[in-house]
């Protein structure tokens, strides 16, 4: 497994350097110029010029890309002109919000999806699982977007019974007292119970919004290795001597079906890290996403490039992360 785990390692290498090189060449054909987004518009051209070669800006490309890969190699993600901050400053105040977002909604889908696959698959055409069938397709099909507008109509606008979309905490509370930068662990961990509560009531939906796609998949794909699994040869002699049904799905069926539902739940983390980018701009979440957002209008280079090359070694290291515990869960997987 080590020398397995080295090589997928030096293979992340080369896809890494690939996503550098394409970032930086695709952030520099976006329409929008730095330089005059920093100035304004109405800017005389020497004022654009000097903003210009202050950002370096006026020098070839390919002297461009050769500091920012000396930059990278230093740990410097670079300069966020918007907001006047390094971008790993920026990154370290904000990213906490979006991996607890990211991670609650990975729970929330994980939590729904697999039971509901199981039940589908365990009673095939029955009520359950054509509603089960339902669900998936309506979350699949449904953007993002659309289904937070219409959590804040409903929840907020109509019932009032969710907080405004403004934030990880109610303005009159105080945040908890930072040890990890998720707020729910803070809280916990310092027994600050009135911010736990308002954190909470913040998280949950934007969490639930952002989990609806990853539910679908998770959900359609447990229940089809579920019905392939219940129908082989060991699940039929498990039954024929004497378990309990609740023993054969759970224990011996439901281990074999988690496989390729693992495979789909790392990959729906980059689901999650991307959907996140919407999620936080429609609740007002200040994470990376809507940061990037920001990044993205006011034509800023650095911002934009180091969310893909991070969200990359997240994704690479979460992939590499599920091959190994396919290990732990299927006896039959070696690893040359």
């Known amino acids: 497994m080590a020398v397995y785990t080295l090589r997928r390692l030096i293979q992340m290498i080369p896809a890494l350097l690939g996503i550098v090189v394409i970032t930086f060449m695709i952030s520099r054909v976006l ?3 730095p330089a005059v987004m920093l100035a304004g ?8 010029e000097n903003i210009r070669s202050s950002m370096g800006l006026d020098q070839p490309k390919y002297i461009q890309f050769f500091h920012y890969v000396v930059g990278l190699f230093q740990g410097d993600l670079g300069q966020a002109y918007h907001t006047g901050q390094s971008v790993a400053s920026d990154f370290a105040t904000r990213f906490p919000a979006t991996i607890e977002l990211a991670l609650a909604s990975l729970i929330i889908a994980i939590l729904v999806a697999i039971p509901i696959g199981i039940l589908a698959a365990t009673r095939k055409e029955s009520i359950v699982d ?10 699949a099909c449904m953007p993002i977007f659309w289904i937070g507008l219409l959590f804040i109509y409903i929840f907020y606008a109509k019932w009032g019974i969710a907080p405004a979309p403004m934030g990880r905490i109610s303005g009159d509370i105080n945040p908890p007292t930072h040890i990890t930068g998720f707020y729910v662990i803070d809280s916990l961990m310092t027994g600050d119970f009135v911010a736990l509560k308002s954190s909470l009531s913040h998280l949950v939906l934007p969490a639930v919004c952002l989990s609806t796609g990853t539910m679908a998949i998770v959900a359609r794909m447990m229940r089809s290795s579920m019905l ?22 759970y224990k011996h069926a439901l281990i074999n079906a988690f496989i390729p539902t693992l495979t789909v739940l790392g990959l729906q983390v980059g689901y999650l890290i991307g959907g996140a980018v919407i999620t936080e701009t429609i609740f007002t979440w200040p994470g990376v996403g809507s940061y990037v957002t920001d990044s993205i209008l006011a034509a800023d280079y650095a911002p934009i490039q180091a969310f893909t090359l991070v969200s990359a070694l997240i994704y690479s290291f ?3 992360g599920v091959d190994l515990v396919y290990g732990l869960i299927d006896p039959r997987i070696r690893y040359e």
């Open 31 to 33: 329409p929008g110029d």
């Open 41 to 48: 518009e109405q800017a005389t051209p020497e004022t654009i």
């Open 130 to 139: 054509h509603i089960s069938r339902v669900f998936s397709l309506i979350g």
């Open 228 to 249: 392939e699994v219940i129908g082989q040869d060991f699940v039929r002699t498990a039954r024929a001597k004497g378990l309990r049904e609740g023993i054969v799905i």
């Open 318 to 320: 979460i992939n590499l």
